[in-house]
């Protein structure tokens, strides 16, 4: 499995970034896809999964805030993220099968 995320960058607070992850090498439609975030000094944490079956789950501190999504023709997973807080800033990984993507820094500062 290869993961390949997309779309991190600075933003201000209460702003908002799409993060992508575009996945190769399995049978991609089957399978639950997870965005994982760490910031410095803290372990990794789950963010949100979305299953085969598009049911969504997203940990406490982003509900309401952040929204994932799939396009299993495409083979992606999308994390879109607004109303940013400076709290929000870490590395964001995408998850598959045991394998995690490189991950892409989002940083929310002003």
């Known amino acids: 499995v290869q993961l390949v995320e997309s779309g991190g960058g600075l933003v201000q607070p209460g702003g908002s970034l799409r993060l992508d992850c575009a996945a190769s090498g399995t049978i991609f439609t089957i399978y639950p896809v997870s965005w994982y975030r760490q910031a410095p000094g803290k372990e990794r944490e789950l963010v949100a999964q979305i299953t085969s079956g598009f049911v969504t789950e997203y940990a406490d501190s982003v509900k309401g805030r952040f929204t994932i999504s799939r396009d299993n023709a495409q083979r992606t997973v999308s994390l879109q993220m607004n109303s940013l807080k400076p709290e929000d800033t870490a590395v964001y990984y995408c998850?598959?099968?045991?394998?995690w993507g490189q991950g892409t820094q989002v940083t929310v500062s002003s």
């Open positions: 998850y598959l099968l045991r394998s």
